[in-house]
């Protein structure tokens, strides 16, 4: 199973910016879906925002117009840009890839915190 490490987090007040980095260890399949989730305290782990194998990104309606996702093929790097971010952005955040069909290509990281002050 493929291994990933986020970095990038940190401590920013609202309205700030962060870049979110994922490094894979291995090659993932083509075919598996690449995704940033976040787990804000006390929720559930919830994905946020996905990169398919043709470029289609998504995002839930939270982050969108806000959160940009981006990958390097080359570099097995995921990217997460994270622009006007607001107190509720305040989670750990974890990238993962997923098969279409079910079932996670990676590992689960240690995830990085963001913290969104006012």
């Known amino acids: 199973q493929v291994q990933v490490r986020e970095s990038g987090g940190g401590s920013v007040q609202a309205g700030g910016s962060l870049r979110l980095a994922c490094a894979a260890s291995g090659y993932i399949y083509s075919s598996c879906r690449l995704g940033w989730y976040r787990r804000a305290p006390g929720m559930q782990r919830i994905l946020i925002s996905t990169?398919?194998?043709?470029?289609?990104?998504e995002y839930v309606d939270s982050v969108k117009g806000r959160f940009t996702i981006s990958q390097d093929k080359d570099k097995n790097m995921l990217y997460l840009q994270m622009n006007d971010l607001k107190l509720e952005d305040t989670a750990v955040y974890y990238c993962a890839a997923d098969y279409p069909m079910g079932g996670y290509c990676t590992d689960w990281g240690q995830g990085t915190q963001v913290t969104v002050s006012s």
């Open positions: 990169i398919n194998t043709d470029g289609k990104t």
